[in-house]
Nanobody, 122 residues
Framework: QVQLVESGGGWVQAGGSLRLSCAAS????????MGWFRQGPGTERNFVAA???????YYGDSAKGRFTIARDNAKDTIYLQMNSLKPEDTALYFC????????????????WGQGIQVTVSS
């Protein structure tokens, strides 16, 4: 049973930073694509960033230049460092994992965390 547990969310003022973590268990972490999605109020769940099995990270437009994704295969954990946060970054952030599929496509991901709230005030 694959389990993904997010942590590190919370409240921050605009311009501030937060780091999200996602601890994984129940699968061979290094062989999975690991990603982050977010869902704001009244919006769809959209791609933020992902780290493939091999190669460098992949970012959605909302994350480029401000967010950094990293993975630590020794700790079975991925991270999302979010800088220069804006009120429009307010959302429920989800960690996701899959062993196959297109990186930015939500339906590619087989496993999801419960989500963690990030709130950015102006």
């Amino acid at each position: 049973q694959v389990q993904l547990v997010e942590s590190g969310g919370g409240w921050v003022q605009a311009g501030g930073s937060l780091r999200l973590s996602c601890a994984a268990s129940g699968h061979t972490f290094s062989t999975y694509i690991m990603g982050w999605f977010r869902q704001g109020p009244g919006t769809e769940r959209n791609f933020v960033a992902a780290f493939p099995r091999n190669g460098g990270p992949y970012y959605g437009d909302s994350a480029k230049g401000r967010f950094t994704i990293a993975r630590d295969n020794a700790k079975d954990t991925i991270y999302l460092q979010m800088n220069s946060l804006k009120p429009e970054d307010t959302a429920l952030y989800f960690c996701a994992a899959t062993d196959d599929g297109l990186i930015p496509v939500r339906s590619s991901y087989k496993y999801w965390g419960q989500g963690i709230q990030v709130t950015v005030s102006s």
